[in-house]
């Protein structure tokens, strides 16, 4: 049980230059899992209607949780994207979408859909063994993960620049994490964050 130790090892204002550097140390996995972890939360009608288009079977939902002033029940967000006047799409906003996809299927498509608002792509995977490491590598919580306009693996903190993360073992793995940003000429920016 517990959740991975997500070190910032990468931080940039350029959401290529990030995505190249999330591209580099996903490479150093040892293994990789199938699926590829999407999270995105669009604040536009623009941004919403091209991340629908990158994801057209997601399901978006509020960011901020509505009541059903009849029922008093959670509101779901039930408009068809595509379909809906910007009229009737603009109050729903902001909305979120959490979706895994097929690894290599959108991923690119998702990071030139991202707009203002946070999103992320995360790689699951195991590390590499390695004698300076503390602990070997463990695909439960090891991979890589890139986070557009924010701080924080849990797209909790807005940000003008984007930050990548390398997740490790549930314990910490600093001499690792230490490692992988000097692979990008990097350090490791901050203390670790609870991952996934």
Request: hydrophobic share 40%; proline share 5%; aromatic share 8%.
């Amino acid at each position: 049980m517990g959740n991975s130790q997500a070190y910032p090892v990468f931080r940039t204002s350029d959401a290529v230059e990030a995505w190249t550097q999330a591209l580099r140390l996903k490479a150093l996995l040892e293994d990789h899992d199938d699926e590829v972890i999407l999270m995105a939360e669009v604040l536009t009608v623009e941004d919403t209607r091209r991340m629908a288009a990158v994801l057209p079977d997601a399901e978006f939902c509020y960011v901020h949780p509505r009541m059903d002033p009849v029922t008093h029940d959670y509101a779901e967000f039930s408009l068809a994207i595509t379909a809906a006047e910007d009229s009737a799409l603009e109050p729903e906003l902001p909305l979120e979408v959490l979706h895994y996809v097929q690894a290599g299927t959108v991923e690119e498509r998702f990071v030139r859909a991202v707009g203002k608002g946070m999103a992320s792509v995360g790689w699951g995977g195991r590390w590499p063994d390695d004698a300076e490491a503390e602990r070997p590598g463990v695909a439960k919580y090891d991979g890589v993960e890139v986070v557009f306009n924010g701080d924080d693996v849990n797209l909790s903190q807005p940000a003008d620049h984007h930050t990548v993360f390398v997740h490790v073992d549930k314990w910490g793995d600093c001499p690792r994490a230490e490692k992988l940003a000097a692979h990008l000429g990097s350090t490791v920016l901050g203390d670790a964050q609870l991952g996934w």
